[in-house]
């Protein structure tokens, strides 16, 4: 996530200096952020901090604090789309805001990031039972969403590979 959203800093910058932008690279690096870490990664999380406050209520205030960055990182996300969509219209007056709304959500999450590797998924790891973890895939998997399968796992990951290929030229 790191390297694409840098790739996706780069990319929307060009449009400051009155350059073509690449669409196909941009929607591709959007849809990748809207599909994985949005409707798949933030559910699972979600779903490990409701087990990990039920048995630690202490971690009550980190998981507020997780849930309510992961509510920001979505209307982010759906600001972008929108100024995306405006800058494609030759709207100048949301090139410069685009460039912002990447900047921030490419800083807010990759604080969000390191928060989570740090003080979250530690504390889950300790704090949770196999059987907590095992409830956690059965509730994913039941939801019948085809980003959680497997097989569009896969596809994200190859998706990902060429994005960073791609934008690293
Ligand atoms: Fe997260």
């Known amino acids: 996530m790191a390297v694409l959203l840098e790739v996706f800093e780069r990319e929307t910058n060009l449009s400051t200096e009155d350059n073509n932008l690449n ?12 599909n994985f ?6 559910p699972i999380e979600n779903s490990i901090l409701k087990s990990l406050v039920r048995r630690d209520p202490e971690k009550g205030e980190i998981a507020t604090i ?10 982010l996300i759906i600001q972008l789309a929108d100024k995306i969509a ?17 900047r921030e959500y490419r800083e807010l999450l990759l604080q969000h990031m390191q928060k989570e590797e740090t003080i979250f ?6 704090a949770l039972f196999q059987a907590d973890w095992d409830i ?6 039941d939801k019948g969403d085809p980003v959680f399968g497997r097989e569009a796992d896969r596809q994200y990951r190859a998706l ?3 994005i960073i290929e791609w934008g690293g030229k």
């Open 23 to 34: 669409f196909l690279l941009i929607d591709t690096m959007l849809d990748y952020i809207l």
């Open 37 to 42: 870490p949005q409707k798949c990664h933030h």
């Open 66 to 75: 997780i849930v309510n960055e992961h509510e920001k990182l979505t209307n």
């Open 86 to 102: 405006r800058v494609k219209l030759e709207d100048p007056l949301f090139r410069e805001d685009l460039v912002n709304t990447v």
């Open 121 to 126: 998924f530690p504390a889950a790891e300790e």
């Open 136 to 141: 956690i895939e059965t509730r994913m998997r």
């Open 160 to 162: 990902h590979k060429v």
